[in-house]
């Protein structure tokens, strides 16, 4: 996605601002940055609590690969 793209994505829920970074679009709330667009997919922030809910749902998490290695 786009950062126009993501802001409209996400304006139902909450006004948010793109930054370019790690080859993507960061998105923030604020000064938090809570997802990563790359590739065409987005990347939710999880911790303990949403962690399991996002995997039940099929999410996987985003990993960083460098010369092939994860």
Known sequence: MEAKELEAFFAP??????????????????????????AGRVYLKTDDATRPLYAEAGSEPFRVTMRGAV
């Open 13 to 38: 829920v909450l006004p948010v601002r793109t930054r370019r970074m790690f080859g993507g679009i960061g998105v923030y709330d604020g000064d938090a940055m809570f997802a990563l667009s790359v």
